[in-house]
T-cell receptor, first 114, second 110 residues
């Protein structure tokens, strides 16, 4: 039973399109995150939500909009996709805020913009 | 945020111990040291974390220098499944984000 699941696993789309990536966690955690891993393998946080409230927004272009309909879900919507958005996007969750609680990551969504 | 320095890559043979070093000389007194690893084509995975004392869990041990400016992740018997990129991440307990560096790529040979 997957703890943090993301869909889709792969996404290939054209520049200018709008796409969404969904994330669900069945761990009962309060906090969820989106991280981006670029082609050079650098992993960087994008957003964090705690109990559906945005707590981190890391200078991400406003074409990226996270939405948390409930504690178990954090979706990422991307408007007007650009070539530079190609990356692997990881969703994660943790029991509560702060680093002293283990973060569980999903398998990632590989987004390719052509 | 504390800067970290880790070797780009290390190699080990299966069933041998592996010591993965990390320098974090600018760590603040309240920062914990977290280790995560990323297996090929997977998301990062928690390994261990500690503050001052050495820590053990089923995956690994964490040895923290007395001055806390460095730490070492110890895998007691490497397996092929331990081949991954290992990230050392200092951070305050009340920080909400993991700041990943470049990590150490560990190769394990049969």
């Amino acid at each position: 039973d997957t703890a943090v699941s993301q869909t889709p696993k792969y996404l290939v789309t054209q520049m200018g399109n709008d796409k969404s990536i969904k994330c669900e966690q069945n761990l009962g955690h309060d906090t969820m995150y989106w991280y981006k891993q670029d082609s050079k393998k650098f992993l960087k946080i994008m957003f964090s939500y705690n109990n559906k409230e945005l707590i981190i927004n890391e200078t991400v272009p406003n074409r990226f909009s996270p939405k948390s309909p409930d504690k178990a879900h954090l979706n990422l919507h991307i408007n007007s996709l650009e070539l530079g958005d190609s990356a692997v996007y990881f969703c994660a969750s943790s029991l509560y805020r702060g680093l002293n609680t283990e973060a569980f990551f999903g398998q990632g969504t590989r987004l390719t913009v052509v | 945020d504390a800067k970290t320095t880790q070797p780009n890559s290390m190699e080990s043979n299966e069933e041998e111990p592996v010591h993965l070093p990390c320098n974090h000389s600018t760590i603040s007194g309240t920062d914990y040291i977290h280790w995560y690893r990323q297996l090929p084509s997977q998301g990062p995975e928690y390994v261990i974390h500690g503050l001052t004392s050495n820590v053990n869990n089923r995956m690994a041990s964490l040895a923290i220098a007395e001055d806390r400016k460095s730490s070492t992740l110890i895998l007691h018997r490497a397996t092929l499944r331990d081949a991954a990129v290992y990230y050392c991440i200092p951070g305050a307990y009340n920080t909400d984000k993991l700041i990943f560096g470049t990590g150490t790529r560990l190769q394990v040979f049969p």
